[in-house]
């Protein structure tokens, strides 16, 4: 089964800077999306970014960016030039291309971002 | 506007008292699933459905049904709560395999007692 891990169970950075949120993951299959969601105080799970592990570029969004490291399975979170709205809860997923369309989420970084 | 909408919002119940929580989606999305939140554990499914009338088991079904009658709706059934289902549920949609990731709805707070 695939395993989704956060080793970062909080983290804060000061507004305008920029944070990196880790995640690694594991599994024997070659194709499948990775995300990173956001989940703010109203609890609403919002995508973020969204990589299909066949594309070699690193996906952009914005401020956000992923480094994608399909050998060493990480997929990291780049948030660029922090904002108070960032404060939130970010999870990152697994998605295998197969029929249940279950999608693997890591237990969550807590951000706080500081003005 | 296209969303995924469940109610209630908030629930507190006792337990072994049945309860339904509602799933509608208005963007015709095959996919529908449900998952729970708990601290430290992330989201984990409990139920998937790729169609109407096809619903499967997700990683955490013990306690919980579902029915898919019709393609916009997904309830969750809870026939005999215990406290250990108190949890924060989510629905999600998708269109298809292909498409990736899903859709949200904005969540059930449950407390059974």
């Known amino acids: 089964a695939q395993t989704v891990t956060q080793s970062q169970p909080e983290m804060s950075v000061q507004e305008a800077e920029t944070v990196t949120l880790s995640c690694t993951y594991d599994t024997s299959e070659n194709n499948y999306y990775l995300f990173w969601y956001k989940q703010p105080p109203s609890r609403q799970m919002i995508l973020v970014i969204r990589q299909e592990a066949y594309k070699q570029q690193n996906a952009t969004e914005n401020r956000f960016s992923v480094n994608f490291q399909k050998a060493a399975k990480s997929f990291s979170l780049k948030i660029s030039d922090s904002q108070l709205g960032d404060t939130a809860m970010y999870f990152c997923?697994?998605?295998?291309?197969?029929?249940?369309?279950?999608?693997?989420f890591g237990a969550g970084t807590r951000l706080t971002v500081k003005p | 506007e296209a969303q995924v909408t469940q109610n209630p919002r908030y629930l507190i119940t006792v337990t072994g008292k049945k309860l339904t929580v509602t799933c509608s989606q208005n963007?015709?999305?095959?996919?529908m699933s449900w998952y729970r939140q708990d601290p430290g554990l992330g989201l984990r499914q409990i139920y998937y459905?790729?169609?109407?009338?096809?619903?499967d088991k997700g990683d955490v079904p013990e306690g919980y049904k579902v029915s898919r009658k019709e393609k916009r709706n997904f309830p969750l059934i809870l026939e005999s709560p215990s406290p250990n289902q108190t949890s924060l549920y989510f629905c999600?949609?998708?269109?298809?395999?292909?498409?990736?990731?899903?859709?949200f709805g904005s969540g059930t707070r449950l407390t059974v007692v």
């Open positions: 963007m015709n999305h095959e996919y």
């Open positions: 997923a697994f998605m295998k291309v197969y029929n249940n369309n279950d999608m693997r």
């Open positions: 999600a949609s998708s269109l298809s395999l292909w498409q990736g990731g899903y859709t």
């Open positions: 459905s790729m169609n109407v009338e096809v619903t």
